[in-house]
C-alpha cells in the first residue's frame, strides 16, 4: 500500500529505527531521534543494496517516487543507480570545481607562456582579477549573457567605455578556453554585440604646430633636472618610438658603429622586432648620455637605481616641470606629432608608417614595408632630426 502524506507526516520517533513502505522497494526510514529519511532496497547482479534518496519533507513524496522510477528504469538499463548517484556527485563536485576565476588563471598563464608583454599581463590580471572578480567563483557553465551584461553596464555607467570593451573581449576570451577544454558550451559574451556603447575617441595630447614643437624642444634642452630625463625625452622624439620602448632600451640592442638600434619583439607593442635608424643627432645623445649609465645595462636608468628603468611618469612629469599641461602635451603624443608634420610636408606615407612600427592590415604589403623602406627610413630619421633642429631656431 502507497504511503500517504498524513502518515509520512505524522509517523513518530520510537526507541528503535522502522520503516514506512511506500512500495516497490521505497521506504521512508525513521530514526529514534526523528530524522525520517527516504530509501530505496534494490537488487542489482543478485546483491541486495540500499540507495538514500535524502530527507523528509525535504524530498516530497512525490519527488522520491519520481527517483525510484528513475532508479528502475536505470536498472532496466543494466545501471546500478548507487553508482550512478556517485557519479553524478563526482560529476557536481568537478562541476563546482571549474570557476571562471579558476579559468581565468589558466588564461593567464597561457598569456605568460605566450611571451604576452608584462604591461598586458598586468592589464589582463586586473581585468580579470578585479573589475571581473563578481564571476569568480561562479561556475563557468551557470553564467549567462544576462549577468555579463549586468556586470558590463556598471563599468560601463562609471565612464570607463574602453574597460568595459576590452573586459568583454577578455571575458570572451576566458570562456574560448573553457569551449576548447570541454568545460563549457557556448561563449554567453557573443550575444552583446551591439549591446555596450562604444569608445569615446581620445586622441593623445600632442604639439603639431612646428613653432610651438620648437619651443618644447628648447625647453627640453634647458631642462634643469635629471640630464637622463632630458636625454631620453630628446631621444625619443628623435626616434619616433613608444616611450616604454626608451625606457626599457639597453646597451646592448645598439649597434653604434652602423647607427642602428634593434628593439627585440618582447618589448615591442605588436611583438615583432623593430630596427631604428640613428640620425647624427640620436648618435651625439647616446654617446653624452652613455658614460652616465656605466656600468649599467640600461641606457636611461632610474635616478635612484642604474639597474631600475625610468618610471612609466617620469616623462610627463617633467614636461609638468616645464609648464606644460596634460592637454597641452604628452610623451605618447610624440609620434602624433612626428607623423602630422612629416605627412603635411609631403613624406611618403608608408615610409612614415614604417617608421612608427606601425601593423599594415594587408600581410603582402607588411612583408614588403619591413624588407623595403630601409634605406628610405635612414634618409627619413635623419630629415626629422635635421627638421627639429629648424624648429629649434623658429623658436630662438
Not at 523528509?56 to 543494466?78: D, F, M, V
Not at 556527485?89 to 562541476?95: K, P, Q, V
Not at 631604428?276 to 641606457?299: C, F, K, Y
Request: net charge positive; with cysteine.
Amino acid at each position: 500500500m502507497a504511503l500517504s502524506e498524513f502518515a509520512a507526516r505524522k509517523a513518530k520517533s520510537r526507541e528503535k529505527p522502522y520503516k514506512l513502505s511506500d512500495g516497490g522497494g521505497l521506504f521512508l526510514h525513521v530514526q529514534p531521534g526523528g530524522s525520517k529519511l527516504w530509501r530505496l532496497k534494490y537488487r542489482y547482479q543478485g546483491k541486495e543494496k540500499l540507495l538514500s534518496y535524502g530527507p523528509y519533507p525535504q524530498i516530497t513524496i512525490a519527488e522520491a517516487r519520481i527517483k525510484r522510477e528513475a532508479s528502475k528504469k536505470l536498472l532496466g538499463e543494466g545501471g546500478d543507480p548507487s553508482v550512478q548517484k556517485k557519479m553524478d556527485s563526482i560529476a557536481i563536485r568537478a562541476e563546482s570545481r571549474n570557476t571562471f576565476g579558476l579559468i581565468a588563471e589558466e588564461y593567464l598563464e597561457n598569456l605568460a607562456a605566450n611571451d604576452a608583454a608584462p604591461s598586458t599581463l598586468a592589464k589582463n590580471k586586473w581585468l580579470l582579477q578585479d573589475v571581473a572578480s563578481p564571476l569568480t567563483s561562479r561556475p563557468i557553465k551557470d553564467i549567462s549573457s544576462a549577468e555579463i551584461l549586468d556586470l558590463l553596464k556598471r563599468v560601463e555607467k562609471s565612464g570607463r567605455r574602453e574597460t568595459t570593451r576590452r573586459l568583454r573581449g577578455t571575458i570572451s576570451g576566458v570562456f574560448r578556453l573553457a569551449i576548447v577544454t570541454l568545460r563549457a558550451d557556448n561563449d554567453p559574451t557573443s550575444a552583446l554585440r551591439g549591446a555596450l556603447l562604444p569608445p569615446k575617441p581620445k586622441g593623445r595630447a600632442a604639439i603639431i604646430d612646428e613653432a610651438d614643437f620648437g619651443a618644447l624642444l628648447c625647453s627640453i634642452d634647458d631642462y634643469d633636472g635629471w640630464p637622463t630625463i632630458s636625454a631620453a625625452l630628446s631621444f625619443l622624439i628623435l626616434t619616433c618610438v613608444r616611450p616604454g620602448e626608451v625606457r626599457g632600451a639597453t646597451r646592448s640592442e645598439f649597434d653604434l658603429a652602423k647607427a642602428i638600434w634593434h628593439i627585440p619583439a618582447e618589448r615591442m607593442k605588436m611583438r615583432r622586432p623593430h630596427d631604428v635608424p640613428l640620425s647624427r643627432q640620436a648618435l651625439t645623445i647616446l654617446e653624452d648620455i652613455w658614460m652616465l649609465s656605466d656600468n649599467a645595462e640600461l641606457v636611461f636608468p632610474s635616478i635612484r637605481a642604474k639597474k631600475r628603468p625610468l618610471s612609466e611618469n617620469a616623462f610627463n612629469s617633467a614636461m609638468r616641470r616645464m609648464g606644460y599641461a596634460k592637454e597641452e602635451v604628452t610623451s605618447h603624443g610624440f609620434r602624433v606629432t612626428a607623423s602630422t608634420i612629416l605627412n603635411s610636408r609631403g613624406f611618403d606615407p608608408d615610409v612614415i608608417e614604417a617608421v612608427l612600427a606601425h601593423q599594415d592590415k594587408n600581410a603582402i604589403r607588411r612583408a614588403y614595408n619591413r624588407s623595403s623602406y630601409w634605406d628610405q627610413r635612414v634618409v627619413l630619421m635623419q630629415q626629422w632630426a635635421d627638421l627639429l633642429d629648424k624648429f629649434r631656431q623658429l623658436k630662438r
